[in-house]
């Protein structure tokens, strides 16, 4: 039967080998049997429903979280000749009767549907009136409480298929399942653990880099500059920040898109397609882009802002070289960020478990930003401690040829110097009082006059913002929050100041002259 499988994959889809995992899934499916299906991002999970559907008799159901997704994947399908339709809110009531009406007379062979669909009796009523073989849960970690996306509604189908009057086989896919993530949804579904199809996570053709301490606006700029030719997404945080750096991109003459929730339907559509058809080349966007869409040619995915955990950060960096090509997945890591994500784990939950497991998480993301191991490895065995430790060699982490350096000395005159500016003032300011400036605010404020004025004034200002930030990461020192926020050393700097403990970091060995004692 995997033959004939292969022979649709031929006919429709035009192409000639099943990727790996696929073939797997699909004979399992072919089996009769329940089947979870793991695969990264672009690895091709629609297909592994798509071609049983085609064998099976009747009509399959897909569920899937996002109405832009579905109305893709039913273009796509249509454009193959496959009978496919997809019921969601966005149809007016007379779409929805007739389209109700084919389905109840087996015109389609797949209809993709939204969750709350279950919900409504009279869809269970049209369901039991057709042959249904086959139901496919995409993006199943919405159905886990454990997921990074989870969906009440996903979770209540499970009662819904109670009140079905025949069993269908079940299809679950995600890209992106912990092991907790994958426990509950075979769980849920009654899927059994040698059902089960992972195909590794790596993701070879993908670079993943980890950038700390740059300006990020300076960084971006001469990044697209240097990318000129080539396509790809800049996440950020909030609405705000996208609109911010939107408006920024634009004044300097690149082609850039821009997509969050606070943009109406037809807005974010018009966005969509301006990025998915080469139109625009860089999207600017919240997480709400992205779900399903399938751009090939995604050369690089730019990470503005920390995301909130690793599941989240591999699904958005994930969409960068579906094609298989060379593309990397940057991100630009600051401190701040963090607060950020610690505010929204506070606004999202009251649950004091659910809180711990997300703030956990987060840190989880933060180590990611600070491993000197392997990106691609640390990605790996986050999702599978199972997995062997490997070098990608292409990581921010594997090509980072720089050897370790005490920076002890460099470290005591910056926590003195921030101590002697009496703990109220930013990272900036702090630098150009140790690089000597001339600033007319330096000398208003007296700083001139301390003893560690100048004292690193054989480095640039950035190489000191840079230490500041490595202390900052490393919790030698802690920022406040706010808008302008204030470095304060913490107790883990006491023993350096001391010289009782020494201080390490990779860089590249520049002596500290014209240095004179700490006082
Ligand atoms: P995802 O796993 O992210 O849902 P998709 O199903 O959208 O991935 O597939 C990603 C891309 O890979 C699509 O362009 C799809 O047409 C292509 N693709 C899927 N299967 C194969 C295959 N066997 N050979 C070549 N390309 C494939």
Redesign the pocket.
Known sequence: MINEAKNL?NQY?G?????SG?AEIIDNILHQRNTLGI??????????FQIPALLFQGTTIVISPLISLMKDQVD?LTAADIPATYINSSLTQKELQDCLYDIRHGVYKLVYVAPERFDSDYFIDVLNSIQIPLIAF?EAHCISQWGHDFRPSYRSIVSSLKKLNQQPMIVA?T?TATQNVADEIRNLLHIGQQDTFKNGFARENLSFNVIKGANKRDYILSYLKEHSKESGIIYTSSRKETDGLYNYLSLQGFSVAKYHAGLSEFERKQAQEQFVYDEKQIMIATNAFGM?I?K?NVRFVLHYNLPKNLEAYYQEA?RAG??GDESECILLFSKQDIQLQKFLIEQSTFDPEIREQDYNKLNQMIMYCHTEECLQSYIIQYFDPNETEMKCKKCSSCKDTREKVEITREAQMIFSCCKRMGERFGTTLIAQVLKGSNQKRIRELGFDQLSTYGLLRSQSEKEIVDTINYLLTEDYMQLTDGKYPVVLLTEKSIPVLKGETTVWMKKSKTPVKEARAVE
């Open positions: 994959l889809f192409y000639t080998d099943f990727r696929q695969l990264p991002t672009g690895g091709g999970k629609s297909i592994c796509a995409d896919l890209a399903g399938d090939s994930g579906r094609d």
